[in-house]
């Protein structure tokens, strides 16, 4: 007997119980299209070469040390990751009304960033797009929001973003609803607004007096264009919105298990960054006092050095367009054996997940069938699909639905 056997058995986390399975499965032509980290075209892992040679230099740099870095965490990173999101020229950095605030990957930046609006903000309502990362949901309600409300975002129909009934949900929220918004390759979905889109979604949050919340985990891996992935973030910031964005560095670096990410926040009066920090100071002192070095070391020397900067930038334009290549040949390779259905959306998505417009049944049977692993949403993974799979996942597909 045990005090907690009292305790329920949680629900798997689909992603990683997908990865367990395919783990365990010894057919030779498996797939797995789960999992959201890069592969190269061979389906391995990849180090970025400017990462590897960062790394190097820290460990024989003779003055690093183990020392804590402060509460909200590196200056020197911090300042960085907030001028590649708004741009290094942004106004907004000179008038001293944007700050950085070092987190745990992305996530950690929305879980700091949700327990100070609970506590701040005034408001327990969230709303994420319906479909949305899975995650979100979690931990917001983690944080301490009562309320999650879906959007509509996507239409099965239309295979596509479904922009009256997203603001039409916008304009019945509630004054100071957090809005969770992706800021580019919505995930799972890989479907994103237009410009003219985002200016009619950014007039009903103005109107309705609600609180943007972008969640960047693709900035540059996307397009393979820092400024491009940035443009919904910028403008909104350009209208003068107050408002926070998380910012992941797991996809764009390549460092997922290092968890470094940043909360940028945006103000419109430098007179109320003080407390505004005093308070995060607190949120974060709470949870786990202060971030690891390892992941902001590597960022901010990348960032601040102008020639591995240009690297890095190489090493994005790789990733983006090797998972641009797999979409345009996935997309031949399904018309060429005359897949019933249109299947444009799969090069007209961007970022590293597409929905394949498969349901439930169909991606299950995918998995049981074929050995291709992909989410009961009929969401796949980019990366997964290789020069030397994707006839296999073609005809996989294929099959499935003839
Ligand atoms: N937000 C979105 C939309 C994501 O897709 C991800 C990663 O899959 C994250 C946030 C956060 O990831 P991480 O905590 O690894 O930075």
Not at 99 to 113: K, W
Not at 286 to 292: C, E, L
Not at 343 to 369: A, C, D, P, R
Request: charged content about 20%; hydrophobic content about 40%.
């Amino acid at each position: 007997s045990s005090v907690f056997n009292q305790v329920p058995l949680g629900p798997p986390i689909e992603v990683f119980a997908l990865t367990e399975a395919y783990n365990k499965d010894s057919f030779e032509k498996k797939v797995n299209l789960g999992v959201g980290a890069y592969r190269t075209d061979k389906g391995l892992p990849w180090v970025l070469p400017v990462v590897k040679e960062v790394e190097k230099r820290l460990a024989a740099d003779e003055t690093l040390n183990k020392e804590y870095l402060p509460v909200l965490g590196s200056p020197a990173f911090c300042t960085a990751a907030t001028s590649m999101l708004l741009g290094f020229d942004n106004p907004v950095l000179k008038e001293n009304r944007a700050f950085g605030i070092q987190c745990l990957s992305g996530t950690g930046a929305l879980r700091v960033a949700a327990e100070f609006l609970v506590k701040q903000l005034g408001s327990t309502i969230f709303y994420y797009s319906s479909p949305t990362w899975e995650n979100h949901t979690l931990v917001f309600n983690n944080a301490g929001f009562e309320q999650g409300r879906s959007y509509r975002y996507w239409s099965a129909e239309a295979r596509g973003l479904d922009l009256s009934g997203m603001l039409e949900d916008l304009s019945n929220a509630p004054e100071k609803s957090v809005i969770i918004l992706h800021a580019c390759a919505h995930n799972p979905t890989g479907c994103d607004p237009t410009q003219e889109e985002w200016e009619k979604i950014a007039d009903v949050i103005e109107e309705k007096k609600l609180f943007p919340l972008f969640d960047s985990a693709y900035q540059g891996f996307a397009s393979g264009d820092l400024e491009k992935d940035a443009w919904a973030v910028r403008y909104f910031v350009s209208r003068g919105f107050e408002l926070f964005c998380t910012q992941s560095f797991a996809k764009n670096f390549g460092l997922y298990n290092e968890r470094i990410g940043n909360l940028t926040v945006v103000m419109n009066d430098s007179e109320f960054v003080l407390t505004t920090k005093s308070q995060f100071t607190l949120v974060i002192r709470g949870m786990y006092s202060n971030p690891p070095s390892h992941g902001a070391n590597i960022v901010a020397n990348v960032l601040n050095n102008p020639s591995l900067f240009e690297q890095w930038k190489d090493h994005i334009r790789t990733m983006s367009s090797r998972i641009i290549e797999m979409r345009k040949a996935l997309r031949t390779a399904l018309e060429k054996l005359q897949t019933p259905g249109d299947w444009s959306h799969i090069t007209s998505q961007i970022g590293m997940f597409s929905y394949t417009g498969l349901n439930e049944n169909q991606s299950m049977y995918m998995v049981k069938k074929h050995h291709v692993y992909m989410l009961k949403s009929g969401r796949i993974s980019m990366c997964g699909v290789t020069p030397s799979n994707v006839e296999y996942v073609a005809q996989a597909i294929n099959e499935t639905l003839n």
